[in-house]
């Protein structure tokens, strides 16, 4: 057990970190979601917990929060932005490591939707998500800002292009074709992006160790 270290590399920051795939409801029984476990995100909580920083982690993720960690549950993306916002101007640091829906219902059905007669296949209307990170980048005050990319392809020149169209600071790309990174892993392999600057890859590590690593380089860049 790692405890806080009181004069630790984020002594005294405020940050906040997201979670996990948001959950976009159909009707009361039913959600679209994605294949992100929350992992790497919570490992980003804890890895700035050990270094001394005060976290908010914003999760849709069941799983166990690193001690130390003030936690707040959320579903949907508009939650997710809802509670972002409410503390945003509290925060020294943002890590959006949640995998947010681009899309959500634009009608969740208030009662469970029944079958269809006659075997007739069902439509649903999707209408697009708020784009929590750009959000945050077109209002940053002093907030540094990491995103993620998750891709299947052409890495470098998906995550390039949203560094620069989300006004992020950093930007953590992985590619979730291949076995053991990103989504569901306990590892991950990070491409790490900054505005002029050449990119830099992470080999395969632990999602802890690489989120320990990356937040001893931001800590001095926000000194
Ligand atoms: N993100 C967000 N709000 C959204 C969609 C994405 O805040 N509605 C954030 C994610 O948390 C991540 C970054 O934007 O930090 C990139 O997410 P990603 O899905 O890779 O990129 P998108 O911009 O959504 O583009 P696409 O899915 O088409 O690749
Ligand atoms: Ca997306």
Known sequence: LKLRQKDGQLKGRKVIVT???????????RYISNRSSGKMGLAFAQAASEAGAEVLLITTSDLPVPFGVE??????????LDAILAR???????????????YRFSQ??????KKQAEHQALHLDLVENPDIL????????????????????????????????????MLLANDV???????????????????????????????????????????????
């Open 71 to 80: 936690v707040k549950r959320v579903e949907t993306a508009q939650q997710m």
């Open 88 to 102: 945003y101007d509290w925060a020294d640091l943002v890590v959006m490591a949640a995998a947010v829906a681009d």
């Open 134 to 169: 750009a959000q945050l980048g077109a209002a940053k005050t002093h907030q540094y800002l990491i995103g993620f990319a998750a891709e299947t392809n052409d890495l470098l020149a998906h995550a390039s292009e949203k560094l620069k169209k989300k006004h992020v600071d």
């Open 19 to 29: 979670a996990g795939g948001t959950l976009e409801p159909i009707d009361p029984v």
């Open 177 to 223: 074709s291949k076995e053991n990174i990103g989504f569901g892993y306990d590892t991950n392999e990070l491409l790490i992006l900054e505005p002029d600057k050449s990119p830099i890859t992470l080999p395969l590590a632990s999602k802890l160790e690489l989120a320990r690593k990356i937040l001893l380089d931001v800590a001095k860049k926000i000194k």
């Open 108 to 113: 969740p059905a208030e009662q469970k939707i």
